[in-house]
C-alpha cells in the first residue's frame, strides 16, 4: 500500500514536470507550419535520448539507441534548416566570389489582396562583388543552376532516407 502510495506521488510529479518541460514548446507552438510539429517531435525525441542515456533505463542497447536517435535529430535539423539545399551557396562563393541579390523596382504593379493598395513589383538580380563580363555572369548562372539542382535533388535525398530510417527504427526506440 504504501509503495503504490509512493509510486502515485512520483507520477504526480513527474507529469507535473513534464508540463513544465514542455511548457516552451507548447507556447511556441501554431498550426500553420509543419515545422511547429517537427520541432515537438525532436523535443520529445530528445527526451526519449535523454532517458536511455539516464541511470533508469534498462535496455542494455539504451546507450546505442541513445545515440541513434540523437544522430536522427541532428540529420532533422539539417533537413529541416534547409542544409543541403542551401550548399550550393557556399560552393558559388567558393568559386566565384561573394555576391549579393539586390531589389530592383520593374514597372509592373499589383493590388495588394489583403489591403487593396497598389503596391510595386521587384525583380531579384545577383550582383557579384567580383567584375565579371556578361559572358561569364552567364556561364557562372548556368554553373549556379546546375549545382541549385543537385543540391535540391541532395535535399529531397537526405529527407527520404531521414524518414526512411525512422521508419526503420522507431518501433525500436522504447526502453
Not at 53 to 82: C, F, G, H, N, W
Not at 109 to 138: F, H, S, V, W
Request: charged share 35%; hydrophobic share 35%.
Amino acid at each position: 500500500m504504501i509503495e503504490t502510495i509512493k509510486y502515485q506521488f512520483k507520477d504526480f510529479y513527474r507529469r507535473i514536470y513534464n508540463i513544465y518541460r514542455w511548457l516552451p514548446i507548447l507556447w511556441n507552438q501554431h498550426d500553420f507550419d509543419y515545422k511547429y510539429a517537427i520541432i515537438a517531435f525532436q523535443f520529445q525525441l530528445g527526451n526519449i535520448a535523454k532517458f536511455m542515456e539516464s541511470d533508469d533505463a534498462m535496455s542494455l542497447e539504451s546507450k546505442e539507441t541513445a545515440k541513434q536517435i540523437r544522430d536522427i535529430i541532428d540529420r532533422m535539423q539539417r533537413v529541416y534548416d534547409d542544409e543541403y539545399a542551401l550548399s550550393y551557396i557556399d560552393t558559388m562563393t567558393e568559386l566565384y566570389g561573394d555576391f549579393d541579390f539586390e531589389f530592383i523596382p520593374i514597372d509592373e504593379k499589383i493590388i495588394d489582396p489583403l489591403t487593396g493598395k497598389e503596391q510595386l513589383c521587384y525583380k531579384m538580380e545577383k550582383r557579384y562583388n567580383t567584375p565579371y563580363n556578361e559572358d561569364e555572369i552567364a556561364n557562372i548562372e548556368i554553373h549556379g543552376e546546375e549545382l541549385r539542382a543537385a543540391a535540391a535533388a541532395r535535399q529531397e535525398s537526405e529527407h527520404s532516407r531521414l524518414w526512411n530510417d525512422i521508419d526503420k527504427n522507431i518501433r525500436n526506440w522504447w526502453d
